[in-house]
């Protein structure tokens, strides 16, 4: 054989050596993933098998199994990990009422799984690939241990020796080392469920149809099982509903809006006989404010007239949809973006409070929101006193950009905000301060950081709308939208700026879960942002009903603020009046 053919012969089998050791990398780090995430209301662990099943252990309650949609046989092994063994010492009547507590997170849960199920996806590829590369590295350290123990003169003889059987090797080695992987991650024969298993009738016509279950959780789906089905069918039809209704007045409004355009009125529909009667309520003098921070009475004057179109280009318009106090309603996801769309808005703002109670598994609430955004659009938030940093983390990961007290700008305007100084946790005391900042010192800062900034700011985003205080008295910021009261109150003039106060998007009612359909009004809002000026120009209400129906109000008049000229870094001319 020549130099050349066994240069070419020694460099094939170092090819087919690491791409086999690069198989057994693979196939042992998809086989062996495994990620904590979470499962409705629980924490769960997942971990990848080869048994082409979805399983679902709850531990003394017996398991749920589905064929996995997965391909090359692999399944998933859910262990849901807070489920007490001392749930097998209940009568069958006690353990269900103990467990009933969770239907409503479930029914929440199940409303928008498609955030959960990616979620994992990802964290699990991650976690694979990341034991691929383990394995990969120790194959390889092993191999070159093997050969410094061997000694240089033995390895030679040894090699000589395999070298005419040396692909049937290479390959058997790889067929051994993939079958063991496999067969050792597959869930062995003491986890698999007993022989005799049933399939509920319960979730027949769902995505579980044909789950089959073990044990005591027979009884707990036979019992609640058609409940939480029944109402979560329920939620599905509402929210399709009340999607329809929205897109409807969406379209009839803007149908008005176009209408008087061509008629060169000049003006908003408010001012038609055509009003639709749905939103005809919307053309109304704001109530005053009841927010005990409010050292100033509403100025009515222009806030409920009709706005005007401006003589500057579309161009030279930023359109923004707000949304608050969210809450996990995880039903509202397709409306906001129905609303997003429609609108054509390059951004939105959530003022907060987009969970219960800042759980990790409320990860999916916050991932479930960021992703009804389309992908073209900005998602700005400020976190409130129900979300915490976990799940303000898990929102950022998911593409939302979260307000950490220093300016953000957008397609121009210059934004800034940052998470609440308080925080309430459900059945954990309720409402402390969140840090060593009061809300008093966060306000004091916000307003320092406004007033400072050569550039300044246009917009102050911060979910309780007493933190906003100090930066409005000085006026070194015209405009501020806040959440946190489940109300709508203005747009209204206060200190030398002006403060929007929204309402709940999750239709928030007190002693009312945000699950299901609504128990209250759902708010949105759309506002148009003049380039020019630097000013708000108008801002048009969205209503959600709990029966379903949808109004989209008029475009009326953003109330007009002029910045005094003894404030430092004042960059906004005269608003149009």
């Known amino acids: 054989m020549s130099p050349s053919s066994r240069a070419e012969t020694r460099w094939g089998r170092r090819v087919l050596l690491t791409l086999g050791a690069l198989l057994v990398a693979l196939v042992f780090g998809i086989s062996t993933a495994s990620v904590e995430s979470s499962l409705g209301?629980?924490?769960a662990r997942y971990d990848v098998t080869?048994?082409?099943t979805i399983t679902v252990d709850l531990g003394p309650l017996g398991t749920l199994r589905i064929d996995s949609p997965l391909p090359l046989t692999l399944g998933v092994?859910?262990?849901?990990?807070?489920?007490?063994?001392?749930?097998?010492?209940?009568?069958q009547a006690k353990t269900l009422e103990a467990l009933s507590g969770d239907l409503q997170s479930y029914l929440q849960f199940f409303s928008g799984p498609e955030a959960t199920v990616q979620d994992v996806a990802r964290a699990l590829l991650v976690d694979a690939a990341l034991r691929a590369l383990l394995a990969f590295g120790v194959l390889v350290g092993a191999w070159w241990l093997l050969r410094a123990l061997v000694g240089a003169a033995r390895w030679q003889e040894l090699r000589a020796r395999a070298e005419p059987h040396g692909r049937a090797l290479a390959a058997g080695t790889v067929v051994i080392l993939v079958s063991a992987i496999v067969l050792t991650s597959s869930v062995g024969s003491e986890g698999q469920p007993v022989?005799?298993?049933?399939?509920?009738p319960v979730f027949d016509g769902t995505p579980l149809e044909g789950a089959q279950v073990t044990g005591r959780l027979g009884g707990v789906i036979d019992t609640y099982g058609s409940q939480v089905i029944s109402e979560l069918r329920k939620s599905q039809e509402f929210y399709a509903k009340a999607n329809t209704s929205l897109e409807v007045a969406w379209d009839e409004r803007q149908a008005l809006i176009d209408e008087q355009k061509e008629q060169g009125a000049g003006q908003g529909p408010s001012g038609s006989s055509t009003q639709s009667p749905s939103s005809a309520?919307?053309?109304?003098e704001p109530a005053p404010s009841d927010d005990p921070a409010s050292s100033e009475d509403p100025a009515p004057s222009d806030e409920a007239e009709p706005s005007e179109e401006p003589a500057s280009d579309d161009d030279d318009l930023l359109t923004v949809v707000v949304v608050s106090d969210l809450h996990c309603n995880v039903g509202m996801a397709p409306l906001i973006r129905t609303l997003v769309e429609r609108s054509e808005a390059p951004l939105v703002l959530d003022a907060g409070d987009t969970t219960v109670n800042g759980t990790s598994v409320e990860q999916y609430c916050v991932t479930t929101f960021a992703r009804a955004i389309p992908k073209d659009v900005e998602l700005v938030t400020s976190p409130g006193n129900h979300d915490s940093r976990e799940t303000t983390k898990f929102y950022a990961k998911a593409g939302a950009t979260v307000l950490d007290g220093s300016v953000v700008t957008v397609d121009g305007l210059r934004i800034l905000g940052d998470r609440d100084p308080n925080e309430t946790r459900v059945g954990a005391g309720g409402t402390a301060q969140a840090s060593t900042e009061s809300a008093a010192e966060e306000s004091e800062r916000l307003a320092t950081t406004a007033c400072d900034d050569d550039d300044g700011v246009d917009l102050l985003l911060i979910h309780t709308p007493a933190v906003g205080d100090d930066t409005l008295d000085q006026g070194c910021s015209p405009a501020q939208i806040s959440g946190h009261l489940h109300k709508h109150v203005g747009p209204a003039r206060v200190g030398r700026g002006v403060r929007y106060i929204s309402s709940s998007t999750a239709g928030a009612t007190l002693g009312q879960?945000?699950?299901g359909p609504l128990h209250g009004p759902a708010e949105m809002t759309v506002l148009r942002w003049d380039k020019r000026t630097r000013h708000f120009l108008d801002y048009q209400r969205v209503e959600v009903r709990p029966d379903a129906t949808a109004s989209v109000g008029p475009r009326l008049r953003w109330p007009s603020v002029v910045p005094p000229p003894s404030v430092r870094n004042s960059p906004w001319g005269p608003a149009p009046v």
Request: no cysteine; aromatic share 0%.
């Open 41 to 43: 209301p629980h924490e």
């Open 281 to 284: 309520s919307d053309v109304e």
């Open 513 to 515: 879960p945000t699950v």
């Open 195 to 200: 022989a005799s298993r049933q399939t509920s």
């Open 77 to 91: 092994h859910v262990t849901v990990q807070e489920i007490p063994a001392s749930v097998t010492q209940l009568s």
């Open 50 to 52: 080869t048994d082409d």
